[in-house]
Nanobody, 119 residues
Framework: QVQLVESGGGLVQAGGSLRLSCAAS????????VGWFRQAPGKEREFVSS?????????NYADSVKGRFTISRDIAKNTVYLQMNSLKPEDTAVYYC???????????WGQGTQVTVSS
């Protein structure tokens, strides 16, 4: 059974930073792609960033966060991070991490962590 637990959300002023963590149990992150998604009130969930690795690490970012967010992993802790800098009010959302195991879509999800950016 795979369990993902996000943490690190909170309230921050515009221009500030937060680091989200996604800790996994039941599966090792090193074997599967991990993604971060977010859902703002009244909006559909959207892709934020992803990380995967085979012979090398591959990262992807939504255009809206490029240059401000950085995804990374700590193998020893089986944890993936999302460093968020220069936060904007439009970054306010519930952030979810997800794991893609033997599937073309993300099939394991965490419970989400709230990020609120005040102007």
């Amino acid at each position: 059974q795979v369990q993902l637990v996000e943490s690190g959300g909170g309230l921050v002023q515009a221009g500030g930073s937060l680091r989200l963590s996604c800790a996994a149990s039941g599966r090792t992150f090193s074997a599967y792609p991990v993604g971060w998604f977010r859902q703002a009130p009244g909006k559909e969930r959207e892709f934020v960033s992803s990380i995967s690795w085979s012979s090398s690490t591959t990262t992807n970012y939504a255009d809206s966060v490029k240059g401000r967010f950085t995804i990374s992993r700590d193998i020893a802790k089986n944890t993936v991070y999302l460093q968020m800098n220069s936060l904007k009010p439009e970054d306010t959302a519930v952030y979810y991490c997800a794991l893609r195991v033997a599937s073309t879509s993300y099939n394991y999800w965490g419970q989400g962590t709230q990020v609120t950016v005040s102007s």
